[in-house]
């Protein structure tokens, strides 16, 4: 059985930084390509990274040269490293395996001004 766990979020203020990461079992990890999704309040969930098994990374536009995604397969996890939060970064964090649709609980991460 497939399980993630996200953990890292929190309140912040703009322009500070958070860490996330996702914790995978159940699962060969370092074949699976994995990805960061958020969902923010009345909006739809949007792809924010990915990184595929051979570690190639995209990112979505709106966090590109802030944020960092990472894995370390040693350790069945995959971070995100988001720098420069800015208000519209709110929502929820979601770690996804693409090729098998599975998904964490989330974890919240809240930006003030």
């Known amino acids: 059985q497939v399980h993630l766990v996200e953990s890292g979020g929190g309140l912040v203020q703009a322009g500070e930084s958070l860490r996330l990461s996702c914790v995978a079992s159940g699962m060969l990890f370092s074949m699976y390509n994995m990805a960061w999704y958020r969902q923010g309040p009345g909006k739809q969930r949007e792809l924010v990274a990915t990184i595929t098994s051979g570690r190639s990374i995209n990112y979505a536009e709106s966090v590109k040269g802030r944020f960092l995604i990472s894995r370390d397969n040693a350790k069945n996890t995959i971070n995100l490293q988001m720098n420069s939060l800015k208000l519209e970064d709110t929502g929820v964090y979601y770690c996804?395996?693409?090729?098998?649709?599975?998904w964490g609980q989330g974890t919240q991460v809240t930006v003030s001004s």
């Open positions: 996804n395996v693409p090729t098998i649709n599975k």
